[in-house]
């Protein structure tokens, strides 16, 4: 082998590191490699090199480390000239218009791996084309990258962020000049580009040199002003915020969020929520939290449960570290915490932006037919009852935000107000400034609607209640088996498109008879004339609906990110049935029986979520 260093007994292996060790002029990462090569460590040369991070519709999303499977300077060098590559068959006036590259505060020292580290190569890879770049000059949230996008015209955005990942991870997500994420066929186009672009060109890796360019500016102060005076046009209660007795607790989980959240309270003349000071720093070890995951309830909300009690706050707001997400509980009259669930705060946020919408006295507002609010089809068709009572539209997209950003953009384009979009995991688009899930305008809304309640001496988990009194009971139980065999997966459910001979689903689980099924996989929907689905299907997935003959609904489908087959069910019962408890145990049963007879976790080995 080249380079001095003997031959791992491996052809391609050889030629993959050979070509790493000419391209990377990073020492951490090109002596890991060197040494690995030298100790003939196969498996984890293998790991690294064993296949390219595959580039989605997500970007990227890998640990930090040497190799074309990690996310590390060289990989994000040749992606970024891949995607400059792509948009410069795209846009004839990218040298005019420009991108932004915004950056967490993730950090690899072993590998010298750092989001601001890759965000400046990014950059440096855009310059180096006369592209003009908006780096922001610090950290911020995922959101202020697409609200740039949109606020100034651009073509493109990047965020360098694994979101709520575990430490050693980092990703790198891309926005469209739409203001949303991409979705096919740019994923594919950026994948080819990004092989036909591996060689670093000449001044890839001078950063020094594109810092000091003319192209660079800093966007931090003027989208940081802008966003905090676009989101107050969701503001309606300002007197009100100003005298609110409420004490609400913030917590940032050692991530982006603690300044942003503090400055849109502001912006709504909320008081300042109180910082968990453990948490409120950025800090990429995350010492504190065994997953930086407010979706995982409690164990996140320890301490914010403790500073809470302290000092006697009711309501607590939690950002994941890209500050995209929000999760929230509030403390029982029993004294007990209630974290609610995602669909739970899609059915609150939505019937509270709903009001606010109402009672606007703009002569200027859009009439009821041309509003419309969208969810991802995992997440609560709470929305479609409220919509269906109260007349305005509602979409559901497939699964992730990317769908809902760009239909959302469609309708806005047509004329169209957009008043919210949400999925399951806490994600919530509350203002069509952010064509993406916005944790930062999200938590100053949740601050004035509690403000709000409170001032009616209602809680969170009353005005949920009275949601589904009026709108009928929607109870969801979502959860996931995990299993690293792909076959396994696989042969599961060519299981259920063969249940009862060739192509035929199940008729019925455990005695709950199904009325309706579609498969997004396939491209099949027992509800439309043709069979024909209506919502774009991906043969790379799998992904299969369930409807009930008693008004459940379940989804079973695989990650695009980690390896679990996961289910979604809702009960979805009519205005007026308020047992409670008997839906409760329906729901229960029903998942059972899907469990039992779909999933067969004995028979294919598969571990259920860890409690």
Not at 30 to 37: E, G, K, N, P, Q
Request: overall charge negative.
């Amino acid at each position: 082998m080249e380079n001095g260093l003997e031959s791992t007994g491996d052809i391609r292996l050889d030629q993959a590191v050979t070509q790493w060790l000419q391209y990377d002029k990073n020492p951490k990462t090109a002596a890991a490699v060197r040494s690995m090569v030298k100790d003939k460590a196969m498996s984890e040369l293998q790991k690294c090199f064993g296949a390219r991070m595959e580039f989605g519709t997500a970007g990227l999303r890998a640990a930090m480390g040497p190799g074309v499977s990690r996310m590390n300077d060289l990989t994000i060098i040749q992606t970024t000239q891949g995607f400059c590559a792509y948009l410069e068959q795209c846009f004839t006036d990218l040298k005019q218009r420009g991108v932004v590259i915004g950056f967490d505060a993730r950090a690899n020292p072993p590998s010298g791996g750092s989001s601001k580290r890759f965000a400046c190569l990014a950059a440096s890879v855009f310059i180096s084309r006369g592209v003009p770049v908006y780096l922001f000059s610090d950290i911020t949230p995922t959101p202020y990258v697409p609200f740039t996008v949109s606020h100034l015209g651009l073509c493109a955005g990047v965020m360098v962020t694994a979101s709520h990942n575990p430490k050693q991870d980092n990703g790198y997500k891309v926005y469209w000049a739409n203001g949303a994420q991409i979705i096919p066929p740019h994923d594919k186009g950026i994948a080819a580009a990004i092989e036909q672009n591996l060689e670093p060109w000449p001044k890839s890796w001078d950063t020094e040199e594109a810092l000091q360019s003319s192209l660079l500016n800093d966007p931090y102060q003027d989208t940081h002003r802008e966003y905090c005076q676009t989101i107050q046009q969701h503001c309606f209660h300002r007197e009100l915020n100003k005298n609110s007795e409420v004490k609400i607790v913030h917590t940032s989980v050692h991530g982006v969020g603690h300044i942003f959240v503090q400055a849109a309270f502001k912006a709504f003349d909320l008081h300042p929520p109180y910082a968990v000071e453990e948490q409120k720093d950025p800090d990429p070890e995350f010492p504190t939290v065994k997953y930086p995951n407010p979706e995982e309830g409690e164990g996140v909300l320890t301490l914010s449960f403790a500073l809470a009690d302290k000092e006697g706050a009711t309501v607590i707001l939690a950002n994941d570290p890209d500050a995209d997400r929000l999760a929230i509980a509030q403390k029982q009259e029993s004294g007990q915490w209630r974290v609610f669930t995602g669909n739970e705060l899609g059915a609150l946020l939505g019937w509270w932006i709903f009001q606010c919408w109402k009672q606007q006295k703009d002569e200027g507002k859009a009439s009821i037919k041309d509003v419309y609010m969208l969810s991802s089809t995992v997440s609560s068709k709470i929305l479609r009852a409220i919509a269906v009572k109260e007349g305005f539209h509602f979409e559901e997209t497939l699964t992730g935000f990317k769908w809902m950003g760009n239909r959302a953009r469609e309708l806005l384009d047509q004329g169209k107000t957009v008043l919210f979009a949400f999925e399951e995991a806490i994600g919530y688009m509350c203002s069509p400034a952010v064509l993406d899930k916005d944790g930062v305008s999200a938590a100053a809304i949740a601050g004035e609607f509690v403000s709000y309640l409170a001032s009616k001496n209602i809680t969170l988990s009353h005005q949920l209640r009275s949601i589904y009194e009026e709108y009928g009971y929607h109870i969801s139980k979502n959860s996931y088996f995990i299993c690293h065999n792909q076959d396994t997966i696989k042969g599961m459910f060519e299981r259920l498109r063969n249940y009862d001979g060739k192509n035929s689903y199940p008729k019925e689980c455990g005695g709950f008879a199904i009325t309706a099924v579609r498969d997004l996989t396939t491209g099949y929907d027992s509800n439309q004339p043709d069979n024909k689905a209506v919502l774009p299907t991906s043969k790379s997935s799998q992904m299969i609906t369930f409807t009930f003959a008693n008004g459940g609904v379940a989804t079973i489908r695989t990650s695009g990110t980690e390896p679990k087959i996961k289910y979604y069910t809702e009960l979805c019962a009519a205005p007026g049935n308020s047992d409670l408890n008997q839906l409760k145990t329906e729901l229960d049963n029903l998942v059972d029986a899907i469990v039992e007879h779909f999933y067969q976790p004995e028979k294919n080995n598969l571990t259920p979520r860890p409690e």
